[in-house]
């Protein structure tokens, strides 16, 4: 199965964030399940159902820009990762969800990280690609395991850790990605607020790095002390929960000083190392489909890994929703030859080596002949990229073969032209649409988001389609009005329930 989220700022006709609400007329943030809002109430977030083609998904993700546009206005949806021109800290709205006890505590966790991390690095965006395979194949390749240790695992156990060796894998090559989809080598000039950092002008208005394939990625995206080595590169499923379970339970001095409420109101959820598991920041997870106030590593602990999510992906500036199919269909060959090849059990000098790796690709992915480091000996990203496509190729034709075509080699073909040339690369495209538009950033993003506007007014929906969505949206209202109405005990309470549930218990089993 695959799904697609989508993140994209509102912002106005002159290119700068809208502190306007989330429209009504598109639903409840809090209980719709295709149209929210991540972390401000400016930047909206589109979900995809799960489903078995990735381009059944962008069907649907197109349909829900269509209809968002149709509620618009003059409003437009931002075309790029990194954000648009930011107003200061104290305008950008942090999302609401209603008076609910859980969408008050979405608010209230939003409001800990403006505390921590600081609200205009939050409004970066970008995709994240839901990956699953089917349970029957997990049975199937359990039936056939020759490793005895995976062997006698439950099913639901196997399968779990065989998600964990494909993590283990994507942690090894996801530096790939990066170089063939990173579009964020630049960003305004005053995204960074006055940090310290290493970019270089490009114009007045602009930063940058000649190289770069995703400054979204890079150190000056989701950093923060507190989470180094937070969880250290894991082997089994077990350790992945233990380090998560530890880190919402371990106080932190910096964010005990700030405590978790001031004047009598919520500030944080909590005043340790993460305030819940989603906090930390990854570029992969395996995760299980949550009930609701279930937190992720019970639901991983009781029913194990149903599938993970890809979270390194840019938006493609230049694909109206953000991704094209040719991605996905590169994407679903590389996560299932990430899932069918041999995985050894990981440790620290390679996690070292992983990261290294992906932080130098994303800040220098298009340097000539960058070095990289594989199994303790230098190679080329080029000549390792290339290997790698060589290596995919039999499960490019594998996918073929079961959807019909020739759609998955034809992305390997793609991809290999990028390593073979790195001007193809969209980070590389990016900036020369950058120079086109008087070297500016917001320039280009704005004459990209403008054309994409009109590009989706010119495509209604049908009135069947429109239809649809105005019931889900009805829906979706009329369901937060009876969660509001139906709640018992004060929020109080039920925080401290929330926070209590990553126990002893589950400390000690995981």
Known sequence: MRGIERETLRVDQQGRMSLTAHPAKLGSTLTHELITTDYSESLMEFITPAVSDARAALAELDAVHRFVYHHLGEQMLWSQSMPCLLPSEEQIPIAWYGTSHIGMLKHVYRRGLALRYGKAMQCIAGIHYNFSLSEDLWALLHEHESDESLKSLSAKDYQSE?????????????????????????????????????LESLSDDTLYLPYATS?????????????DGLVPPYNTLREYMSSLAKAVRKPYPAYEAIGAQKDGEWVQINTNVLQIENEFYATIRPKRVIRSGERPVEA?????????????MD???????????????????????????DSPLTNETEGIANTENFARTVKEGRRPALILHRAGESISLQDWGLDLLVQMLPVAQLLDEQNGGDEFAKSLTVQKAKLLDAHLTPSARVLNGIKEHSQSFAAFALAQSRSFADEFAERPLTQEQHEHFEQLAKASLAQQVEVEQNQVGSFDEFITDYRSRTSEHLCREC
């Open 300 to 312: 991983l602990f009781d029913r194990g890994v149903q599938y993970i999510e890809v979270r390194c």
């Open 162 to 198: 065989r998600y964990i060796a494909l993590i283990r894998n994507f942690h090894r090559y996801s530096w790939l990605l990066m170089y063939l989809f990173g579009a964020s080598p630049a960003c305004t000039s005053d995204f960074l607020r006055g940090r310290a950092h290493t």
């Open 215 to 227: 400054l979204r990625m890079s150190d000056l995206g989701y950093q923060n002390n507190a989470q």
């Open 315 to 341: 938006i493609d500036p230049f694909e109206p929703v953000g991704i094209s199919v040719e991605t996905t269909r590169f994407l679903d060959t590389f996560l299932l030859f990430c899932a069918l090849s």
